[in-house]
């Protein structure tokens, strides 16, 4: 059974932060070192870290998903791998405790529904002041070959397991906006009915901000675990995000 630690904060960074979206495995190598240096710089402990692939999974996975093909599975899995060693390197730079949990070796499809089997390796990490750093992923499906597992899902699923006071996803834009551009300050399952999100500009095989959104809403409304939307290409938002500081724009979804 799990236990879980006082207050955990699960932080997704997403891939349209660490990496050039819209090309192919080109990572932000500036950015990645500036995040983890804001991780180390807010000392929180007891922190779950997600990724998001972006350009080191989403063109990936878009060929896969096209021709089915087992290297292809590997090809994306490899990649995703790479950029997650970037981030728990540059994590190590900034004398934090990190570890790669990667997803294909814990989590399955079956059934339809995402199996998860990472709680033991996550509370352990926790428990020893290490940062479990988790990422977008292909997995094994029951039904034939592989499916994805995004980042997103691995927040609410790490959220819901062990109980997060504060989830915050950080992506490229300022938060959820508004057909005009504006931010809006709160969602609610209500709202995103009238609203009309988008995916991504690139490519992005789990369904970008919309898949995001209705995510958390659920994870909201169902769980009583709120999340923050923000801009984590901006300063500092990380370190405000982790010191629980109020002057972070963004968007608070709530159920
Ligand atoms: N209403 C909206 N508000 C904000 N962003 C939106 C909206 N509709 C679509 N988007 C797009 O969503 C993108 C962010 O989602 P996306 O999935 O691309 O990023 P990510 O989750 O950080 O990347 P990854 O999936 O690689 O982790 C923004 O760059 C923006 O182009
Ligand atoms: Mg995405």
Redesign the pocket.
Known sequence: MTTTPEEVYVLKI????LTE?GELKQPRPATIRRIAQEIARAARKNLILV????SF??PQAKVYLTTREHKDALITHEAVKELNMLVVSALTDCNLKAIPLHPLSGVVSKGGEIVYKLNDQIELALKQGIIPVLH?DIILDDKDGFCIV???QLVVYAAKAFKASRVGVG???D???DDSGAVIRTLTLQDLEK?N??????V?V?G???E?VELLVQLAARYKIRAVLFNATKDSNVVKFLRGDDDLIGTLITG
């Open positions: 997403g891939g349209s932060v979206k990724h998001g692939a972006g999974g989403h977008g995004s980042g997103d992506t490229d834009v938060g959820v906006l609203q999100i988008k995916g991504s500009e690139h992005d789990t970008g901000m919309k995001k």
